[in-house]
């Protein structure tokens, strides 16, 4: 699955499957008439390219210990990842038309009801710790797979993040991959408003982390910097993924409120044919080759 | 009144950010400190009117907690606002020793308590919370029913002496108290007519009062005669009235959205078992089970905390009790 040099084409269609995820996690938190949006469309390339080109995490051995793990600690932006997990075939497309619905097992927030999620988040601050465990289990069992967690900016307030840090490092956990959707933004404002947070990296850093920084809604460069992993070994690593919370759709990006605001009819139709413009002009670079 | 004609009001959250607002104004000691939460705490006007008296925290609800009972030790009123769900999680141990072991009279607030964020799932809803204060000395436990009860719930907070946590959600409520009700904190509120003798005893708390009432007139239709309690404050428990309402009542229901475990309904039953009080009682809240998602409405619904539900427990405990 994993190759050395890829081709555009490759990262073409990493790109349509970002744009396919973009379409229906939307078109989820429409029909629910809730959902988060902007951190769902913030975080959807990384689970992108982590569920397709970096785990090895199927339906088929989902039942098994040995393959990677993926932890979705903020969990708030679970449309993004039950777009994935519908794609990977996890559960049929269909099944998405309950999210949020009375008697639905698809909740707001990840749980372990549905195939395909590991751990049930929601509450920020828990994602790491749970990973922190299973790659601890992983090193005791002799398993050379890999943990994966992404947490948001604002969630790095919590103190048990840097609890979970310190084990992390101190267990040597290099099988462990914390990831930052860093989008600068939480709920009432800009993260340096709120509660401010940098230096980010020289903090992980100081935590005995191996830090890397990646444009994380470019797919070529998160597909280039997950084929270094391990980054040190002896050191957990940890991305910090420079995110534009609400990416793709031109009136949400990069602004506080659609953290949870929900598209009005009007403002889906425009966000739709933003993205089908996009998938057009994919597609006619595909047709020049 | 019944539920066609009882007006609606705005969400007990409203007022709370509302009556704030006024208390504030007048009281630069008032501070609130928020984890993020100021805009599902309805408290963007109060910090652009008052940017010295909130105090953001980020999302971290222990901190909020801690840096609360030292703010409060200095003298200052604290109202601590956050979800309920991590609040009375979360931060339970600066809850148990920095607020209400050290006797820091902060203002816990948990705000979209119950299943106010039904369909986010069960990190989101907090069921357990009068379970875990009840079990914590020196915290008095409020639920307010309507807009009346929460504005008179804040009010008295402010100036209370003791640790204190009020609880409510974000839904509008019917208004079901007059204005001038009077409101003291350990006391419930009889909202139907005081009688030698009711068919029924609705005993409810916050949210569910609402559904309890409407029980209430329900049951009215078909003859019966109902002692519908707001139980606003779990402590100080109001055994006095609580014995009444059970004394001269055939039967007992108690509604609570909270687990059926460790809340109103185990408090009651407790409280008459050891008061010597032997009498058919039923506990409605949320089972003992993998809550179901949906809207707070449909979850109540759903577990029978409705009018419909509630009087149909009332027949066939009446029945049961009959035979
Ligand atoms: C423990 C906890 N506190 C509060 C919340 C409510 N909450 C949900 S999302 C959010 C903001 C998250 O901001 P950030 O971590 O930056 O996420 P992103 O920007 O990626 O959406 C908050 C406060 C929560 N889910 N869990
Ligand atoms: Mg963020």
């Known amino acids: 699955m994993i190759t050395t040099t890829h081709s555009t084409s490759y990262f073409r269609e990493l790109q349509a499957k970002s744009l396919l995820y973009r379409m229906t996690l939307l078109k989820l938190i429409h029909a629910a008439k809730a959902g988060h949006t902007g951190g769902s469309l913030s975080c959807v390339d990384l689970l992108n390219v982590l569920y397709n080109h970096v785990m090895d995490i199927t339906p088929e051995n989902f039942s098994q210990r040995n393959r990677d793990h993926y932890v979705h600690s903020k969990g708030h932006a679970v449309e993004a990842l039950y777009a994935v997990l519908a794609d990977k075939g996890f ?71 840097w609890e979970a840090s310190i084990s992390a490092a101190h267990y040597k956990l290099d099988n462990l991959v914390a990831i930052i959707d860093r989008n600068t933004l939480q709920i009432s404002g800009r993260t340096e408003d709120v509660m401010a947070l ?92 | 009144m019944d539920s ?11 007022i709370f950010a509302s009556t704030l607002m006024e208390l504030a104004a007048n009281d630069r000691d008032i501070l609130v400190t928020t984890s993020d939460s100021r805009g599902s705490g309805k408290l963007v006007p109060f910090a652009d009117k008052f940017p010295d008296q909130l105090v953001e925290i980020g999302i971290a609800e222990q901190n909020l907690v801690g840096i609360s009972a030292g703010l409060a030790s200095m003298g200052k009123k604290v109202f601590a606002v956050s979800p309920a ?92 108290h007059d204005p001038q009700v009077h409101f003291e904190i350990g006391k419930a509120i009889q909202m139907t007519p005081v009688q030698d003798e009711y068919d029924i005893a609705l005993l409810a708390i916050g949210e569910a009062v609402a559904p309890a009432y409407f029980a209430s007139q329900v049951l009215a239709e078909q003859g019966l005669t109902s002692c519908v ?67 707070q409405g449909e979850i109540f619904n759903h577990y029978g905390i409705s009018a419909q539900g509630l009087a149909k427990t009332a027949l066939q405990l009446l029945h049961k009790e009959a035979v």
């Open chain 1, 91 to 161: 559960f049929p497309w269909s099944d998405l038309e309950t999210v949020g619905k009375y008697g639905s097992h698809f909740a707001g927030h990840p749980t372990r009801d549905i195939p395909g999620i590991e751990q049930n988040t929601g509450a920020l601050g828990h994602g790491l710790a749970l990973t922190v465990g299973m790659a601890l289990a992983a090193k005791k069992d002799g398993l050379d797979h890999r943990m994966f967690t992404i947490m948001g900016d604002g969630e790095l307030a919590e103190g048990s993040v």
């Open chain 1, 198 to 289: 940098e230096p980010l990296e020289d903090k992980f850093k100081a935590f005995g982390y191996a830090v890397r920084h990646v444009d994380g809604n470019d797919i070529a460069a998160l597909v280039d910097l997950f084929d270094q992993l391990p980054f040190e070994p002896g050191k957990p690593n940890l991305v910090l993924a420079h995110t534009t919370k609400g990416k793709g759709v031109s009136f949400i990006e990069d602004k506080a409120p659609w953290h949870h605001k929900v598209p009005s009819e009007t403002e889906y139709e425009i966000a739709l044919r933003e993205l089908g413009l996009a998938e057009k002009d994919l597609e006619a670079v595909d047709g020049l080759e």
């Open chain 2, 4 to 14: 066609n004609s009882t007006p609606m009001g705005l969400a007990n959250l409203d």
């Open chain 2, 85 to 176: 769900c991590f609040l009375t999680a979360r931060a339970l141990e600066q809850i148990k020793n920095d607020v209400a072991y050290s006797d820091h009279p902060v203002k816990v607030i948990g705000i979209s308590a119950g299943v106010s964020y039904g369909s986010l799932g069960t990190t989101h809803h907090s069921l357990h919370d009068f379970a875990v204060l009840q079990a914590i000395n020196n915290i008095d436990i409020i639920a307010p029913a309507d807009n009346v009860e929460t504005a008179l719930a804040v009010r008295a907070a402010v100036h209370h002496p003791r640790p204190v946590y009020i609880r409510f959600g974000k839904k509008a409520m019917p208004i079901l």
């Open chain 2, 229 to 295: 309690l707001s139980v606003h404050s779990l402590r100080p428990f109001d055994e006095a009235a609580v014995e009444h309402a059970v004394t001269h009542s055939k039967a007992t229901i108690t509604v609570e959205e909270h687990s059926v475990n460790g809340g109103l309904g185990s408090r009651v039953a407790a409280f008459l078992m050891q008061a010597g009080i032997f009498h058919p009682i039923h506990i409605v809240g949320i089972p003992d089970e993998h809550t179901v998602i949906g809207s």
